[in-house]
């Protein structure tokens, strides 16, 4: 337990902020594996209607904080290249 009024407002932002980024951090995960399911099965569909949502949802969580840019850069470089291998 915080033994200062600081530390202790510091611990309920940090609960608040670690609840927040694990929820964005999950749903951009989820995401990015529907996405890679949908590359698997080679299922063009349900791939062109993910992709755009998914990097979205990529550039959404960075500009939370939850993930760095070139991380976030990275990922969608790296789904694009996946969908263009199998679809494009």
Known sequence: ??????????????ARRRLRNRFWRSR????????RAALAEKDEERARA?????????????????IHDNTASRYKSRLQQAFNRQIG
């Open 50 to 66: 993910l992709l755009p949502a998914t990097l979205g949802l990529i550039d959404r969580t960075a500009r939370a904080g939850v």
């Open 1 to 14: 337990m915080a033994n200062h009024r600081s530390a202790a407002k510091k611990a309920r932002q940090d």
């Open 28 to 35: 951009m995960r989820t995401q990015i594996k529907k996405l």
